[in-house]
């Protein structure tokens, strides 16, 4: 089971990248490694961002 089926459902279809640290756990410290993760579910079509927003997110599926 992969990260992405854990957490999907504790977002919301609009998500910022607080947001998404804050359920992982993660700090303001992770937050290099919580964008490299975002980027990787940008690349597999999961989400996309909003409106070329560096924090906000939608989900896809």
Do not use: C, P
């Amino acid at each position: 089971m992969g990260l992405w089926s854990q957490i999907k459902d504790y977002l919301g279809k609009t998500f910022s990248i607080d947001q998404f640290m804050e359920i992982l756990g993660m700090d303001d410290s992770d937050k290099r490694e919580a964008r490299n993760v975002l980027h990787q579910l940008y690349l597999s079509g999961k989400i996309r961002r909003i409106n070329n927003s560096r924090n906000m997110y939608i989900k896809l599926e």
